[in-house]
């Protein structure tokens, strides 16, 4: 479970993947893309994965700090034009946000790594030792 | 240069999406910028078909295409495309006044 702690309008995200959840996707008419830096987090057995997507972002526009079970990103980007034209449709956005994701588990905060790469961002943040599932071996009596 | 929307009916597991664009212009070219986060340049086709531009790509989890109709005014030769960070920059250069000007008499 992911909780968020910042923003009201996301129950409105929560809503629209409700929505795609119960429509196949055949029928559903395409929409674009609803916001900038739409941020995921995966669950597996040896780490969470989170995934935020950040198209023009340099590693230097971006700040990440992780604690026991908590990350927080933050970052900023400003859309530049080159000089000289005139704009005939604007739709991307600049983005500037700050965001704190609570993981449900403790995590390795010394091993976790980051990668940027096609403007996506992707944290993967091993759990610590102590909520890894552990393995007991059986003895025969 | 104006947009139109398309309705996608091919069967995807992934959504389908519009890309977010920009499209500005100078007396050179038209310049349009596209967010494809998460596409790398082998999972994207730029088709330039009957006036249509077509701008189709794939992230891990998104599929994104949108079409844009071009003016008779772009040099449809001579368009460039870039890709990096997940941002697409595609030049569409403007015929040159001569070249529009030209007429081919037969016969």
């Keep these: 479970m992911l909780i968020h702690r910042f923003n009201p309008t996301d129950h409105f995200r929560t809503m629209d993947m409700l929505f795609d959840a119960i429509m196949p996707p055949g029928r559903r008419a395409t929409h674009f893309v609803r916001k900038p830096a739409r941020v995921s987090l995966d669950d597996s057995e040896q780490a969470f994965t989170l995934r935020a997507e950040l198209p023009g972002l340099k590693p230097e526009q971006l700040e990440l700090s992780v604690g026991e079970d908590w990350i927080e990103l933050g970052a900023k980007r400003e859309t530049q034009y080159p000089e000289g034209y005139t704009p005939l449709r604007r739709e991307r956005n600049s983005y500037e946000f700050e965001r704190r994701v609570n993981l449900p588990k403790r995590v390795d905060a010394e091993n976790v790594t980051a990668q940027l790469r096609d403007g996506v961002l992707t944290v993967t943040l091993p759990k610590h030792a102590s909520v890894q599932p552990r393995q007991i071996a059986v003895q025969a009596a | ?107």
């Design chain 2, 1 to 107: 240069m104006s947009t139109q929307t398309t309705e996608t009916t091919t069967p995807s597991t992934k959504t389908v999406v519009h890309p977010l664009v920009d499209v500005l212009e100078n007396e050179r070219e038209f310049l349009l910028l596209a967010d494809l986060p998460g596409v790398n340049r082998d999972a994207l086709d730029i088709t330039v078909n009957g006036g249509q531009l077509e701008i189709h790509a794939e992230s891990e989890t998104l599929e994104y295409r949108r079409n844009f109709a071009l003016g008779d005014d772009v040099d449809l030769d001579a368009v460039e495309a870039r890709l990096e960070l997940g941002e697409l920059e595609i030049h569409l250069p403007k015929r040159a006044e001569a070249q529009a000007r030209k007429i081919a008499i037969q016969g």
